[in-house]
């Protein structure tokens, strides 16, 4: 009975959680100018909006050079931070692990705020490398969590082996840590990117009129005027999302195999 009542209230809130959004999804078809039902005809006509209007087409652009510019940059120092808190030998490594995850718990408006004046005193404000810098900030934390994750199931022993055969440290990692390491990698900067492609409140605070992302602009075009463009938009950003999250799950799932093998 029990069994059977947690399964009941596990596919109430799946459907609390996906019912709205495929109630919106259908409009993105939808041949008229407002989100009604019932839809008068099914036309793409709003995904040809969003690649023919400049300010659509900027935003996409604009999502994938900052979200491809924070996504390596948090890979890179997410990576770095996760290999220096694996040191045994490192003091303080929870406080400084509970450092690098702050972004992933201290409110998005208060995180905005900050980079915001941070910004602005180095001379960054409203310009491309900022806002990738602010999206890489809210980013790292994934990559933190995802390369130590893949670290810890690392086998110390492999490593000492290569050194017991001469290997220098550079070798060792270049070699063994590192091609093991890299479903994490991979795993995080893929959380990385569909984070940043997601960003809206941050991006308020630090971008300009020339750096409006795909989500600002969803958000700019709801209160301004209600169009089925948003749907479409939205469309794709599920998608995009959807594909991402698949990859990770796969590069997870290949990441225990390898483990699991003697």
């Not at 087409?57 to 900052?66: A, F, H």
């Not at 972004?103 to 004046?117: E, K």
Request: charged letters at 10%; hydrophobic letters at 60%; glycine letters at 6%.
């Amino acid at each position: 009975m029990l069994r059977a009542l947690q399964i009941v209230f596990g596919i109430l809130v799946v459907a609390f959680l996906i019912l709205p959004i495929i109630a919106i999804l259908p409009l993105a078809f939808t041949s008229s100018v407002f989100l009604t039902y019932p839809i008068p005809a099914y036309s793409l006509r709003w995904f040809e909006e969003l690649v023919s209007a400049d300010v659509w087409r900027l935003s996409i652009v604009n999502s994938l050079i900052i979200g491809g510019g924070a996504t390596v940059l948090s890979t890179v120092l997410g990576t770095l931070a996760a290999l220096g808190l694996r040191a045994s030998s490192l003091p303080f490594a929870g406080l400084l692990r509970t450092l690098f995850l702050l972004p992933m718990v201290v409110p998005a408006v208060v995180l905005g705020v900050g980079m915001q004046i941070f910004l602005v005193r180095l001379g960054l404000a409203s310009t491309y490398p900022g806002v990738i810098i602010a999206h890489a900030v809210l980013c790292v934390p994934f990559v933190v969590v995802s390369v130590s994750a893949a670290l810890q199931g690392i086998d110390p022993a492999v490593e000492k082996a290569a050194m017991s055969l001469g290997a220098p440290p550079v070798t060792v990692f270049r070699r063994v840590t590192l091609p093991l390491a890299v479903p994490g990698v991979v795993s995080g900067a893929v959380f990385a990117f569909a984070t940043s492609l997601d960003e809206v409140v941050i991006t308020l605070f630090v971008a300009g009129p020339n750096q409006r992302t795909l989500a600002r602009q969803m958000f700019s075009s709801i209160r301004e005027n209600i169009s089925p463009t948003v749907a479409a938009a939205a469309l794709l950003l599920i998608v995009g999302t959807l594909c991402l999250a698949a990859l990770a799950a796969l590069l997870r799932r290949r990441e225990k195999r390898a483990v699991a093998v003697p």
